[in-house]
């Protein structure tokens, strides 16, 4: 997937995500080491996300597997009709650091009933699951993935496959 760098938050409307692009296109280019992995994984782990201290059992405002957090990100998964397939996304947990929230993307094949292996898109550099991403097709079958922030601290991204209906 081809990766866009911005410093904006996104949001998750249409007109959001276009005022974005528009913005976004000033950005490309200017961005700092690249952070996309690419990379088949070997399995599905989601992010296990917390936002208090573990001192405290009663303290918890929410905690757990959060990879599909939080409610007003979508859509997670969207379904492409031309390809009978149903492409996906969410906050995954780096294989050998359950804390780092990577960005993976799927899909499920409705003609063969099977998943592959997820890819890896993204290391977020953060465990914040409110940077969990979500998924569009548009109408020539490029699969884009939106990584918004939460808040302004780190840099929100756009990535496009480079073939359509692809994740690879």
């Known amino acids: 997937m081809t990766m866009f760098r911005t410093n904006i938050f996104l949001g998750l409307s249409w007109v959001a995500v276009l005022a974005g692009i528009v913005l976004l296109l000033g950005a490309v280019g200017k961005s700092q080491d690249p952070i996309t992995i690419n990379q088949q994984d070997d399995g599905y782990r989601g992010i296990w996300y917390m936002n208090q ?3 405290d059992e009663y303290v918890y ?25 149903t492409f996906f996304v969410y906050g995954g947990a780096a294989k050998h650091n359950d804390q780092a929230l990577v960005h993976m993307v799927s899909y499920y094949d409705h003609t063969t009933r099977t998943v592959p292996r997820p890819t890896i898109l993204l290391d977020k550099k953060t465990n914040d699951a409110h940077d969990n991403p979500v998924i569009s097709v548009d109408d020539e079958g490029y699969v884009w993935v939106f990584s918004p922030s939460h808040g302004r601290s780190r840099p929100s991204y756009i990535h496009r496959s480079m073939k359509p209906y692809e994740i690879s």
Do not use: D, M, Q
């Open 53 to 55: 201290p573990w001192n």
């Open 61 to 85: 405002k929410y905690s757990g597997g959060l990879g599909t957090y939080c409610g007003k990100h979508r859509p997670f998964a969207i379904y492409s009709p031309e390809v009978n397939k």
